[in-house]
């Protein structure tokens, strides 16, 4: 690619990175999660869509630091190689001098060999920040070239706390205006999901426009352009049969046949591709034997936003599905940046069932059991059944029982559970939760 182009395109980026305002953008968590004093790369991954490169910029504007900008998801930059990008840093000097020392790297994933050029950036003591919307960025290449040199950062669409925020909602008020306010939203949230850009969107038809557009941008250029995938057409029956149903488990055989496939072991690829695109998140059983949590995982989605904004979306309200997937998505927020799993609890087919078990090297820390009501007494009894039993068998005795509109503690069987209204725990500061 010519130079002279090249430098156009980053003048423009520039321009466009001069006019940001980060006082105006909602704080998010992960802020704290980057290392400033550290040599490693600073690398920020997710689904698309959920805030990386705002994120990015955010923290950079924050710390006052000069530092240059690619965005090599810009078409005019779509035939760039790695032999281009020497020709590229140059114009990085040429725009924003010769001392500069931090570089901000947007989607650099597209460029094949890339990571040989971060690797020689990080020897010549530049501070890197990186964003990606494919975990290849950093499960393949990144962690086998940069041996450990590098900082991820995990990053999902808004939590419900993050889109209060955004929206101007008090989330500490304790009137009983404010708590009604709240629960409002919370079923807003839970109908709508986080993404940052979906909650500026209110005519139906462009918000089913947004979310099948991203659904096939993921499809399209995450997952078949990158892993040479033929078939398209089964790998977005699959896409959306696990949207569809999520907090279900995954039957590879049924997937394959629904897709029209030809074998279970193409349905499981096409499965680890939606999980590494971040937009499908599996959650396996709780068990010390490794061949019982690969056969027991379940789906759930990044953000509850995908579920009804689609067409031939039939799974209604079902609130309380919606409201255990956005449960999961907020327990990886808080605890996967602590190195701590997730997982589930059934042990047997015929044992009662507990929603998530939130557990370090193999210590169980907390079981979490998330229902929408329990208001009838067979649902009340077999939530904390299923808690109590579960509690004595992993040797456990931090118990939340998460319920929409309730918030008491119990006494039961000699164990304690705490019973939290959904919205008192989703606006749970992260200080008190002790991951950040």
């Keep these: 690619m010519e130079e002279k182009k090249i430098l156009k395109v980053l003048a423009d980026q520039q321009e466009e990175k001069n006019n940001y305002n980060f006082t105006q ?164 949230y839970l109908q709508n999901g986080g993404l940052p850009e979906f909650t500026h969107i209110k005519n139906p038809l462009n918000r089913k426009n947004y979310v099948e557009g991203l659904i096939e941008t993921i499809i399209n250029k995450d997952i078949a352009k990158r892993f040479n995938i033929r078939n398209t057409e089964g790998l977005r029956r699959i896409t959306h049969h696990l949207i569809n149903n999520v907090c279900q488990g995954i039957s590879y055989e049924s997937l394959a046949e629904t897709a029209n496939i030809s074998s279970t072991a193409t349905a499981q690829k096409y499965v680890s591709y939606l999980t590494q695109a971040f937009l499908i998140q599996k959650i396996q059983k709780f068990s010390f034997k490794s061949k019982d949590r690969i056969r027991g995982e379940k789906a759930y989605v990044v953000d509850t936003g995908f579920i009804s904004n689609r067409d031939n979306s039939l799974l209604g309200e079902n609130l309380g599905w919606r409201l255990e997937n956005a449960v999961f998505v907020e327990l990886l927020r808080r605890h996967k940046s602590a190195a701590e799993d997730i997982y589930y609890y059934k042990p047997t087919t015929r044992s009662k069932e507990v929603d998530f078990v939130v557990c370090r090297q193999g210590l169980v820390k907390e079981l979490v059991q998330v229902a929408y009501s329990i208001s009838e007494t067979k649902t009340y009894k077999r939530e904390t059944e299923a808690l109590i039993e579960a509690s004595s068998t992993l040797n456990c005795n931090d118990l939340t029982l998460i319920s929409f509109d309730e918030s008491r503690t119990i006494e039961t069987k000699g164990k304690t559970i705490k019973i939290v209204s959904a919205p008192e725990w989703f606006l749970l500061s992260s200080v008190n939760q002790g991951d950040y």
């Design 25 to 188: 953008w909602c704080d998010r968590r992960e802020e704290v999660l980057f290392e400033w004093d550290s040599n490693m790369a600073q690398v920020v991954i997710g689904v698309r869509r959920s805030g990386k490169s705002i994120l990015c910029h955010k923290v950079l504007l924050q710390h006052r630091v000069e530092y240059a900008y690619v965005n090599f998801d810009d078409d005019r930059l779509a035939i760039l190689t790695i032999e281009d990008l020497d020709a590229l840093l140059n114009c990085i000097y040429q725009l924003y001098g010769a001392d500069i020392k931090y570089l901000f790297f947007d989607e650099i994933q597209d460029v094949e060999g890339w990571h040989l050029f971060v690797n020689r950036l990080l020897r010549l003591n530049f501070h890197i920040f990186l964003t990606g919307s494919n975990a290849k960025l950093l499960s393949g290449e990144l962690a086998t070239h940069l041996t450990g040199r590098y900082n991820e950062i995990r990053l999902y669409p808004f939590s419900f706390e993050e889109t209060c925020k955004h929206k101007k909602i008090e989330t500490a008020g304790l009137t009983t205006k404010a708590e009604a306010v709240q629960k409002s939203e919370l079923n807003l």
